[in-house]
């Protein structure tokens, strides 16, 4: 029988802390990176302390094979890499995300999730809030201005409200339930106005996912009725910001043009993103096997790009591939892009069982909108993005492990 750890409330408390932090810390740099290292340095002493032990928790057994796909990615793009300062570094820094997850699962209880679920869920609205009075006052509750044409809310200068956002809507909408009706309602809006109002079209598609699977799972026997009033709110909500909002009225004109059939227009409403694709694709025909090396686009992007591409004239290079897929391909090479399958096939073999709970079907949605095909946002191997993903993973295998025990 495997040994369960004994649970002392400041270790809860503590834990549930740091887990929070982790994004309430995103708007400030690499600030939220303090949490992870401190779970990091946790998790490092209990796999020095009793490394068998941990071996027989299946949740921990799970992360361990996931995060060896994913080593295994940008440790063998590193071989060659053509940035290799760049890949050995994102190869060895990664490690602090197995770290992290080993202590979490195997100390974190199942209250202790519902606990850091609930303050993600307040952090959600207050951003959401907060973003609001950005909106009408020209400056956040922090002071921070927004960028311009977007709302960033706490954010400030980085367009990256939306996409997170998105990320804890599912949390937000599972954490609801608690309350009435009424509040429900105006929390969720208020969440799926900021994300609107982000301008991140990638945001717009991640939500409309995070919606979808909601009605889906989650709403019983008043399914259609549910989905017909929110699709009607949804649209006179979409009709409103587009009549006063000048800036969501430029991104939805821009998108429109992906219906005019010529490549140009198609160009136009990605935001130029055609060339940078073009340009993926060619490094890996070029690198077929183990890609340019993890991070390493930027640094060849000039040796692959078509002579007028907009990117080299504009900045000198495009910086990632804004699709996960093609970054993987690009990047990794072919070995990366079946290590990535072999990473889904082992998480979802895991969670499959479990995925309707309300311990798991947050941050397996959010994980899900992240890689939606349709989706072009940050690089998977960036700071920023992989705290992100990292984090849900945690969460989705901690919630698997209580939910199947």
Not at 218 to 239: N, Y
Not at 312 to 324: D, K, M, P, S
Request: hydrophobic residues 60%; contains cysteine; proline residues 4%.
């Amino acid at each position: 029988m495997t040994e369960q750890p004994t649970q002392r409330p400041w270790q809860q408390a503590l834990l549930a802390g740091l887990l929070v932090a982790v994004p309430a810390l995103l708007p400030f740099g690499r600030l939220s990176e303090l949490p992870i290292l401190i779970l990091a340095v946790w998790g490092l002493g209990l796999l020095v302390s009793r490394p068998l032990l941990l071996w027989q928790h299946e949740s921990v057994k799970t992360l361990i094979w996931v995060f060896l796909a994913y080593f295994l990615m940008t440790l063998i793009s590193s071989l060659d890499s053509a940035w290799p300062q760049k890949s050995w570094l994102i190869t060895a820094a990664s490690v602090r995300f197995l770290l992290m997850g080993m202590v979490v699962l195997y100390l974190a209880s199942h209250e202790t999730l519902k606990t850091v679920m609930k303050w993600v869920a307040l952090l959600a609205v207050f951003w959401s809030v907060d973003a609001m009075v950005q909106y009408v006052a020209g400056v956040d509750l922090l002071g921070r201005a927004s960028y311009p044409g977007r709302l960033t809310g706490v954010f400030g200068e980085n367009v990256k409200l939306g996409p997170v956002m998105a990320l804890l809507l599912p949390i937000l909408m599972i954490q609801s339930h608690q309350v009435g009706v009424l509040w429900r309602w105006l929390g969720v809006s208020l969440a799926v106005l900021v994300i609107l109002l982000s301008g991140t079209r990638s945001a717009w598609l991640m939500m409309a996912f995070v919606l979808l699977m909601y009605a889906w799972h989650h709403v019983q026997g008043r399914r259609w009725l549910l989905l017909l009033k929110s699709t009607a709110l949804m649209v006179l909500g979409v009709l409103l910001l587009w009549y006063f909002s000048a800036d969501f009225k430029q991104r939805v004109d821009r998108s429109i043009h992906v219906l005019n059939g010529d490549v140009s227009a198609l160009d136009y409403a990605l935001a130029d993103r055609l060339p940078i694709w073009h340009t993926a694709i060619e490094m890996y025909q070029s690198h077929p096997i183990n890609g340019v090396g993890a991070r390493a686009f930027r640094s060849v992007y000039q040796d692959f790009a078509a002579e007028d591409d907009v990117w080299v004239q504009q900045q000198g290079q495009g910086l990632h591939a804004h699709h996960w897929v093609l970054e993987v391909m690009a990047e990794t090479g072919s070995v990366g892009l079946l290590l990535m399958l072999l990473l889904w096939v082992v998480l979802i073999r895991y969670v499959r069982p479990v995925f309707a709970d309300d311990a798991v079907w947050p941050a397996g949605v959010a994980l899900l909108a992240a890689m939606l095909p349709v989706v072009s946002l940050y690089s998977l191997f960036s700071s920023f993005w992989s705290i992100c993903l990292w984090w849900l993973v945690v969460l989705l295998l901690l919630g698997a492990k209580h939910v199947k025990t």
